[in-house]
């Protein structure tokens, strides 16, 4: 194989890692422009990382130069595949000790929407964006991210296509929804050799009968939060909802937990609270039924909104008659908290390093340049 040509090395050790990726550009201003844009990325923010700002050039008057139309050319233009950067990352994270994934992770899968304007860009639509708690126009990217309590880091991130988009809608074969999207992303990062402990998903995701089905059908275990009063058919005086399960159960204080056992939960910067859990029942679900309900709360008293989870599992009980036959191991009450807390504080905190380095800076329009742009943020270091 001809070596490839050399350029310009990138700024200190980020040369060493960009070197890693040469073999996946063809040219040598490929990978000159591979090093432009992730030393861009990682400078000091001052202001939005459009190609004006990743150059270094004014905000208005830089757009014409030589180095923001390069980089131009090499986002919009030039010929390579933002997967096989990504899946390069993501050899290197399988490969180092210090990154590798193991089976107490959580695979995290969320979508983060990000505002544009008008209608030509692709995948922009008039949608939900959770991050801003409306509906507005914008793009939607569901992402997978692998987690421990130590670190974290981003795995496969797939534009959302709203159904507008497509000649027959909702009806066209091209057309996925996130839950479907979702759901592929985890099944990928399994088969790409990602281990973890299980699935982690907000009750955007927990509340589809669905979804939960695709993953379980896949073989996949699961943590997922549910709305407080998402309903379920039940008898005239059993439970009707994840609220009225957990109310309930028995409390009598902390001295005398009733049906509540004490668990911790850690924060990651090293803060711990007490909290207590129970299993509840509601409708078919039960500590021993296909699905568990699992309830974990600061106040079993009062079931605060803000400090209590309603999770539903697919993780046998300890002890319990489905650990023999289930392919997942057992999980105890302080386990299933322990994984669904590392899906809380991943939420925000991920947010903010994206941010950071420019996810939602992007002012290209086309399909192929939005992937590039995600791909070279998750490369530079999307995680944390």
């Known amino acids: 194989m001809t070596k490839p040509r050399s350029c310009p090395p990138a700024p200190g050790p980020l040369e060493g890692y960009a070197a890693r990726f040469d073999d996946l550009f063809t040219h040598v201003a490929q990978r000159r422009g ?33 180095v923001v139309q390069r980089l131009q ?36 899968i969320d ?5 544009k304007d008008g209608t030509k860009t692709a995948h922009v639509g008039h949608q939900w964006l959770g991050r801003y708690g409306k509906t507005d126009n914008g793009v939607v990217t569901v992402t997978t991210v692998w987690a421990d309590e130590r670190l974290y880091y981003p795995v496969h991130a797939v534009p959302y296509t709203p159904a507008r988009h497509f000649p027959k809608g909702k009806g066209d074969p ?59 058919w039940a008898y005239g005086a059993d439970a009707h909802t994840p609220v009225d399960a957990a109310r309930a159960l028995a409390w009598h204080g902390p001295d005398d937990p009733g049906d509540w056992q004490a668990v911790t939960r850690a924060f990651r910067d090293g803060r711990t609270e007490t909290w207590y859990a129970a ?30 989870w309603y999770l539903v599992t697919n993780l046998p009980r300890p002890g319990g008659p489905r650990g023999a036959d289930s392919p997942h191991p057992a999980a105890g009450l302080a386990e299933v908290v322990r994984i669904y807390g590392i899906r809380h504080w991943i939420g925000q905190s991920y947010k903010q390093v994206k941010d950071e380095l420019g996810w939602a800076d992007f002012q290209v329009r086309s399909d192929i340049a939005i992937r590039r742009h995600q791909a070279l943020v998750t490369s530079g270091g999307g995680g944390g």
């Open 34 to 66: 591979f090093r432009d844009y992730l030393a861009g990325l990682l400078a000091p923010r001052d202001r939005n990382k459009t190609l004006t700002a990743l150059a270094g050039a004014g905000p208005v008057t830089g757009a014409g130069h030589p």
């Open 174 to 232: 091209g057309f996925r929804t996130k839950l479907a999207i979702g759901a592929d992303l985890a099944a990928k990062a399994r088969a790409a050799g990602f281990v973890f402990r299980a699935v982690a998903a907000d009750s955007a995701y927990g509340d589809q009968d669905g979804f939960r089905g695709e993953l379980a059908e896949a073989g996949l275990p699961f943590v997922m939060a549910l709305k407080p009063r998402r309903g379920t």
């Open 111 to 115: 979508d983060s929407g990000d505002r």
């Open 279 to 308: 299993d509840a029942a509601l409708g078919w679900w039960g500590p021993d039924g296909a699905r568990r309900l699992v309830v974990a709360t600061a106040d079993p008293a009062t079931l605060p909104d803000k400090a209590t």
């Open 73 to 108: 050319f090499f986002l919009s233009e030039s010929r390579w595949d933002p997967e096989q950067v990504n899946a390069r990352r993501l050899e290197l994270l399988l490969a180092d000790p210090a990154t590798a994934p193991h089976g107490g992770g959580v695979l995290v």
